[in-house]
Nanobody
Framework: QVQLVESGGGLVQAGGSLRLSCAAS????????MAWFRQAPGMSREFVGS????????YYADSVKGRFTISRDNAKNTVYLQMNSLKPEDTAVYYC??????????????????WGKGTLVTVSS
């Protein structure tokens, strides 16, 4: 079993930055690919980005490419989402997820095996 806890959300003005963290605990957590998703009010959950277990491969949704960066520190069992040039449309609850399956990075929420409870990011205009 893997437990995921997100932190770092908050209120920021448009154009600002935030860094989210996802602390993982549990067996083999550092060997899983990790992903970030977000869900805005009244919307379905959407993929933001993912990172391989080694951290040598990343993939991003077009909506955040060039603005968001995912990284991980396996020694600390922590994954990060650095968000720059934030826009009001980035407002959402952000979730991290773990994918136990080895192979290509996956982007569908139903492929994820573990989820955190989320952290709210609000971007004001």
């Amino acid at each position: 079993q893997v437990q995921l806890v997100e932190s770092g959300g908050g209120l920021v003005q448009a154009g600002g930055s935030l860094r989210l963290s996802c602390a993982a605990s549990g067996r083999a957590a550092s060997s899983y690919a990790m992903a970030w998703f977000r869900q805005a009010p009244g919307m379905s959950r959407e993929f933001v980005g993912s990172i391989s277990w080694r951290g040598d491969s990343t993939y991003y949704a077009d909506s955040v490419k060039g603005r968001f960066t995912i990284s991980r520190d396996n020694a600390k069992n922590t994954v990060y989402l650095q968000m720059n040039s934030l826009k009001p449309e980035d407002t959402a609850v952000y979730y991290c997820a773990a994918d136990r399956t080895y192979g290509a990075l996956r982007i569908n929420s139903y492929d994820m095996d573990y989820w955190g409870k989320g952290t709210l990011v609000t971007v004001s205009s």
